[in-house]
């Protein structure tokens, strides 16, 4: 399959925002499960946010909620994250992943092992 390719991570101080984009434009008709994942050094990855893609159902993590969105374009090929009022706790390697097979809305939740197929990648600082 066409890899997964994160886009927009980088350093913002505390309180800023950051936009992240994902293309699974590779993964239309494989999945309609999508997620956002992170791995902060020395701590084992953990889900951020699903979206099942067709019913636009939405599962955040409860240390995320209120303040990152997960969203796909009109087009439904590119994957978004957008996160405000970083911390510096959200400081990490955000992933996105794509699941296997079409499943329904509530089963579609940011949980490691259901998912298939990863990016590679992109930091995100939060620091003063």
């Known amino acids: 399959r066409v890899p997964l390719v994160e886009s927009g991570g980088g350093s913002v101080p505390p309180g800023g925002s950051l936009r992240l984009a994902c293309d699974v434009s590779g993964y239309m008709y494989a999945t309609n499960c999508v997620a956002w994942f992170r791995q902060a050094p020395g701590r084992e990855r953990e889900g951020v946010a699903a979206?099942?893609?067709?019913?636009?159902?939405?599962k955040y993590a409860d240390s995320v909620k209120d303040r990152f969105t997960i969203s796909q374009d009109d087009a439904k090929t590119t994957l978004y994250l957008q996160m405000t009022s970083l911390k510096p706790e959200d400081t990490a390697t955000y992933y996105c992943?794509?699941?296997?097979?079409?499943?329904?809305?509530?089963?579609?939740?940011?949980?490691?092992?259901?998912?298939?197929?990863w990016g590679q990648g992109t930091q995100v600082t939060v620091s003063s």
């Open positions: 979206l099942h893609r067709k019913d636009g159902d939405t």
């Open positions: 992943a794509a699941g296997e097979g079409l499943i329904l809305p509530a089963y579609c939740s940011a949980v490691v092992e259901d998912f298939e197929y």
